[in-house]
């Protein structure tokens, strides 16, 4: 019999009958994101449409069905409100996606609302603790607009992912230089997560001491890698008629896992304190590292002038959006 005591979290995830929602909650209930020892006490929200709901139904007796053992309880909610109490993890997913020839901006007027309500019902229930990413797209301006509505939380309890990007740019790193993931480190993705987001290899390395500005051709990280990278979320929804799911389900858990359990090394969309000359409150993707579950944005990196003016552009582009949300805030 264990004599420690069993931690239990609660977690919320909107957009839960999604696609996206689909592919990550069996997931959290297998344990991969809090340990194979922690007990979830999982609070799950989608639109207030019968419809909707009956799918969420459903999901829900998918999930018990699995006699999933960290289980603790399960609810379902249509209102924030309610599927916010107390929460401490947040998946803020459910959204609108994006069709073909749509960019992602082009989801702020019919998303943007959305986050501005889950930002206030946040603010009122959520644990002062809770650690928030937001995958709906845009997910950085989203996530701003729900850190802008929840005053009374700190800035640092909002994040949106990028780590689908960074995890895309790995693997093209690794399949050139006919590698692995595991070997590869300090590559990370700047900007907004949208066409001009700035892959970054500059401080990365093969097996932690071979710089990979050595190991790869300056023009394929251009001509490539970037747009690669920069175009895959379309080129996924050309061919397979629908956005990425499985592979944002698996970067949100990538993204609470490392903020949880701790990382030397990622990238997340945090808010800008002025690093780098990245204005104030801009969610940016930034390297960072976390530790106790506080992420920081690393410091004090050489960042080469054609990446800054890159960085510029994509952080202008972030400056755009949230000028065209003014009105929300
Ligand atoms: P989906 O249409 O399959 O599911 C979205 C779900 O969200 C639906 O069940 C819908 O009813 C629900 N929803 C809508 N408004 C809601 C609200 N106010 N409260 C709670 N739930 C709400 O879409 P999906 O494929 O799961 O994608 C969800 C979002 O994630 C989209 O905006 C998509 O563009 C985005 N996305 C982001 C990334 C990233 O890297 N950041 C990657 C993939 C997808
Ligand atoms: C992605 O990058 O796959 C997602 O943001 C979905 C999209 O619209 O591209």
Redesign the pocket.
Known sequence: MSTTKEKTVKVSV????????YAILFRILNGEVFGKHVKIDLQL???NVDK?QKALHGVALELEDCAFPLLNNLTLHSD?HTGFTDTEYCFL??????GPGME?KD?LQA?GQ?FK??GVALNEKASRKVKVVV???P?NTNAYIAMMSAPDLSKDNFS??MR??HNRAMNQVANKLDSNVNRLSNICVWGN?SPTMVVDITNGFLDGSNNLNDLLDKEWVAQTLQPTVAKR?AEIIEQRG????AS?AS?AIDHMHDWVNGTTWTTMGVPSKGEYGIPENIISGFPVNCKDERCSIIQNLDINDVLQSKIGISIAELQDEQENIKGLL
Do not use: C, E, F, Y
Not at 14 to 21: L, N
Not at 93 to 98: L, T, Y
Not at 242 to 245: F, I, V
């Open positions: 909107t957009g839960a009958s999604g696609q996206i929602g929200i989608d639109i909707v924030p997913i459910g959204a609108k996606p994006r992602r989801l998303n959305i309500t889950q995958v709906g797209n997910a949106a992912m689908l990007d997560h979320g629908l956005s990425s799911a944002a970067a």
